[in-house]
């Protein structure tokens, strides 16, 4: 069964710390994405890749890194974690030829106090 | 700027009856439209998807209808079961994208 695996499934932190959300995929696909979820808003872009060590912003990428070291993990850092960051997060991944059809893990609801 | 904590639209229908969920997109050149299924505690997991050449595609108890002219597009789910119970979203792409926009979600409460 294919998966995408995100390391915690809840995180609490502090303002100000730095966070890191892991997401691995053994599907060997091309494209990752993290989105983050709040209720009413959607699944909002904020970066995702397309190959390794490459990486583009998406719509909402202010306070948030990425790191794609290898094809298969894709890790989404809060420099500096603030209380408005505190969601649901989603990795997801697709193939090159279906940027269409994700393939989500099960999120991290991150709350930052 | 943005707020969060808004209100989710909600469907709620009986048990065996059909569902409709409605979504509206905004941009033109979008050519390729998707739905997808949130279960509680789960992430979103694709259902079915639609061509902008297509009005119709019809999956398992499933059914998108895509109207270009007023930029519409609603999921069918024929005999609604409590498994139905989840969060909808759609989503747009177009040709060359590399990323999807999805829409804000309808939750689909299934009374019994």
């Known amino acids: 069964d294919v998966k995408v695996t995100q390391s915690s499934r809840y995180l609490v932190k502090r303002t100000g710390e730095k966070v890191f959300l892991e997401c691995v995929q053994d599907?060997?696909?091309?494209?990752m994405f993290w989105y983050r979820q709040d209720p009413g808003l959607g699944l909002r872009l904020i970066y995702f890749s397309y190959d390794v060590k490459m990486k583009e912003k998406g719509d909402i990428p202010e306070g948030y890194s990425v790191s794609r070291e290898k094809k298969e993990r894709f890790s989404l850092i809060l420099e500096s974690a603030s209380t408005n960051q505190t969601s649901m997060y989603l990795c997801?991944?697709?193939?090159?030829?279906?940027?269409?059809?994700?393939?989500f893990g099960s999120g991290t609801q991150l709350s930052v106090l | 700027g943005e707020s969060v904590g808004l209100h989710l639209p909600t469907l709620s229908v009986q048990e065996g009856d059909n569902s409709i969920i409605n979504c509206a997109y905004s941009n033109s050149a979008s050519d390729y439209f998707i739905w997808y299924k949130q279960e509680s505690g789960k992430g979103p997991q694709f259902i079915i998807d639609i061509r902008s050449n297509m009005d119709k595609r019809q999956g398992q108890r499933v059914t998108v209808l895509l109207n270009k002219t007023v930029k519409h597009l609603s999921l069918q789910i024929a005999a609604t079961q409590p498994g139905d119970s989840a969060v909808y979203f759609c989503?747009?792409?177009?040709?060359?994208?590399?990323?999807?926009?999805f829409g804000q979600g309808t939750r689909l409460t299934i009374n019994p």
């Open positions: 599907m060997d696909h091309e494209n």
């Open positions: 989503a747009e792409t177009f040709q060359g994208a590399q990323k999807l926009v």
């Open positions: 997801a991944s697709s193939p090159t030829d279906r940027v269409e059809k994700l393939f």
